[in-house]
C-alpha cells in the first residue's frame, strides 16, 4: 500500500500541467497517474480537488544567522535555522539555501570552512539545504581558489562572490574580489562543473557615489537607490558577463535590481551562454519611492530596490525567462535593528520574505499577471533547483523525484497579517491581499503542513549533495 496519495489536483509536472494522482512511497514520488487509476489505498490520502499541486520551494538565497559586525551601534546576528527554515515551511518551500564562508584567514582549506559551517545545522533545520561557498576579497587567493575543485567535488558547486563592498564605515568587512580574482575563480568553475553566483555592483562608482552623497547632503537612507544606482548595476553585471563569456563559466546574478541588469543578461542568454538571472521578491514588490515612507527603511536590502520602471523590468524578466530564479535573499533582522540605521552607511539589510515568497508570487504572478502554473513553478522551484544541482532530486513531481510538495489552494483569499506569520517582527507585505496559499507542504513524503496544522520538527532537515547537469554547465536554460 502507497504511504501517501494527493488525489484530484491539478498537478504541475515537467511535462505539463494535468489532472493526476500523485502516488508517494517513503520518501519518494513512484508515479504520477490518471486519476483513480491507484484506488484510494493509502496510508494517508490528501484531497486535492480544486486545489494545484506544485514542487516544494526551492529558496536560493537566504542567511542563516547573518552576523551584522561592525555597525555603528555594535554587532548583532540575525534569525537562526530554526527561525528561517520554520517560517519558509509553512510557507511552501522545503529547500534552502545558506552562505559559508569558504575563505577563512590564516587557512587554504576551503572545504573544512564549509563543513565546518555546516556543522552548525544537523538537528535545527525544519527543511533540507545546503550552502553557496562564499569567497570573500582579501581571503580570496592564489592557494585556495585551485581548491574550489574541491568544494564541487564534495557536493557544493556554487561558489559565491561580491565585486563592490559594504558602506564607507569604520570596521566594515571587505568582502569584494577584485576581477582579476573573478577571472580565477570563473576558470576554475568552468573547468570543474561549478557555477559562480555574483552580488554586481561596481564598487568604484558605488563608493564615489556615498562621496557625491556626503557632499550633496543626501545622507538620509532613501538615497541608498541613488547610490546602489542603476549604471552601477549595468557595469557590473556586464563587466561579470564579459569574463563568464571568455572563460566559459556558468554564472548567475543574484538579487538583480535594475532594468539594465536583465538586459544585459537577455543580451548574454540570447548569445548561448550559460548566464543566469536571480530577482528577488522584495524588489519585485516595491520601489525607491517606497523609502521615503516614515520607516521607508524597511523595504531596504542590498543592492536596494529601484524606480517602477524596473520592478516592471523584473517581472517582465521573470515572465520570459530572462531571469529564472525568484528568491528571497531572507535575512531575519528585527525591526528595532531595521530602522535602527537612519543614514545611507548604516542601513541593515533584511527581509522576512521566505515565508510569503510561494504565495505571494502565485497571488502577483499567476492570479494578477496570468503567469502559467509551468512558469510560476519554474522561478521558484524546479530552475533554482537546476541551477543549484539539486534536480532532479528537487524541484519536479516526477517518478523518482522527493516528494515535496506543495498544495496551493486557489480560493483561498487573505489579507497577509504579521500575527499569521511566522517570522520576524515587521513585515513590509502587511496588509496585502492576496488570492492563493500553500495549505498543504510535505517534505520527502512527510506531510508538514495540512490546513493550519503543523507537524514538522528540526530533526527532518537534512543537507543534500548537489551536482549541475552539462545542461546547466553549457547554456542558457529556461
Ligand atoms: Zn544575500
Not at 547573518?66 to 540575525?78: A, K, M, S
Not at 570596521?171 to 577571472?183: A, K
Not at 549595468?234 to 563587466?239: E, F, G, K, P, Q
Not at 530552475?383 to 528537487?394: I, R
Amino acid at each position: 500500500m502507497l504511504d501517501l496519495l494527493i488525489r484530484g489536483g491539478q498537478v504541475v509536472t515537467p511535462t505539463g500541467v494535468g489532472q493526476w494522482d500523485v502516488a508517494v512511497q517513503g520518501e519518494k514520488i513512484v508515479g504520477v497517474v490518471l486519476p483513480g487509476s491507484l484506488g484510494s489505498e493509502a496510508a494517508e490520502v490528501i484531497d486535492a480537488t480544486g486545489k494545484i499541486v506544485a514542487p516544494g520551494g526551492v529558496e536560493a538565497h537566504t542567511h542563516v544567522g547573518f552576523p551584522h559586525r561592525d555597525n555603528i551601534w555594535g554587532n548583532t546576528t540575525t534569525a537562526g535555522p530554526e527561525d528561517l527554515s520554520l517560517a519558509a515551511l509553512w510557507g511552501g518551500t522545503t529547500t534552502m539555501m545558506d552562505f559559508a564562508i569558504a575563505t577563512q584567514p590564516g587557512s587554504d582549506d576551503v572545504l573544512a570552512a564549509v563543513h565546518t559551517h555546516a556543522d552548525l545545522f544537523p538537528g535545527r533545520m525544519y527543511i533540507d539545504y545546503s550552502f553557496h561557498c562564499s569567497f570573500h576579497g582579501p581571503s580570496t587567493t592564489t592557494r585556495n581558489i585551485p581548491r574550489i575543485r574541491e568544494l564541487i567535488e564534495a557536493g557544493f558547486p556554487s561558489i559565491k562572490v561580491y565585486t563592490t563592498n559594504h558602506a564607507p564605515r569604520p570596521n566594515r568587512p571587505i568582502t569584494m574580489i577584485s576581477t582579476g580574482q573573478l577571472v580565477s575563480v570563473m576558470e576554475q568553475a568552468a573547468e570543474h562543473g561549478g557555477i559562480v553566483a555574483i552580488h554586481a555592483e561596481d564598487d568604484e562608482v558605488v563608493q564615489w557615489n556615498y562621496e557625491l552623497a556626503r557632499e550633496q547632503e543626501e545622507w538620509a537612507w532613501y538615497y541608498l537607490p541613488k547610490i546602489r544606482s542603476n549604471l552601477s548595476e549595468d557595469l557590473a553585471v556586464r563587466r561579470a558577463i564579459i569574463v563568464a563569456e571568455h572563460t566559459g563559466a556558468a554564472m548567475y546574478i543574484v538579487h538583480t535590481s535594475a532594468r539594465e541588469g536583465v538586459d544585459a543578461i537577455a543580451e548574454s542568454r540570447a548569445k548561448g551562454h550559460p548566464v543566469d538571472g536571480e530577482t528577488i521578491l522584495l524588489y519585485c514588490s516595491f520601489n525607491s519611492e517606497n523609502y521615503k515612507e516614515h520607516d521607508g527603511m524597511k523595504y531596504h536590502t542590498y543592492p536596494s530596490t529601484k524606480s517602477e520602471d524596473s520592478r516592471l523590468r523584473l517581472w517582465d524578466g521573470l515572465h520570459r525567462g530572462d531571469l529564472n530564479i525568484l528568491a528571497t535573499d531572507a535575512i531575519g533582522t528585527s525591526y528595532a535593528d531595521k530602522i535602527k540605521g537612519r543614514t545611507v552607511v548604516d542601513v541593515q539589510g533584511g527581509n522576512i520574505g521566505i515565508e510569503i515568497r510561494m504565495g505571494v508570487a502565485y497571488s502577483e504572478g499567476v492570479v494578477k499577471q496570468g503567469m502559467s502554473l509551468e512558469r510560476y513553478a519554474a522561478i521558484t522551484s524546479t530552475n533554482p533547483a537546476k541551477l543549484l544541482g539539486f534536480y532532479p532530486q528537487k524541484g519536479a513531481i516526477a517518478a523518482g523525484s522527493d516528494a515535496d510538495i506543495v498544495v496551493i489552494d486557489p480560493n483561498e483569499r487573505r489579507t497577509i497579517a504579521m500575527e499569521q506569520l511566522h517570522i520576524g517582527d515587521y513585515n513590509p507585505w502587511e496588509g496585502w491581499e492576496v488570492q492563493g496559499w500553500p495549505t498543504v507542504v510535505t517534505l520527502r513524503g512527510k506531510v508538514m503542513v495540512k490546513d493550519g496544522q503543523f507537524m514538522g520538527d528540526t530533526s527532518q532537515g537534512r543537507l543534500i549533495p548537489r551536482k549541475l547537469s552539462s545542461a546547466v554547465l553549457k547554456g542558457p536554460i529556461s
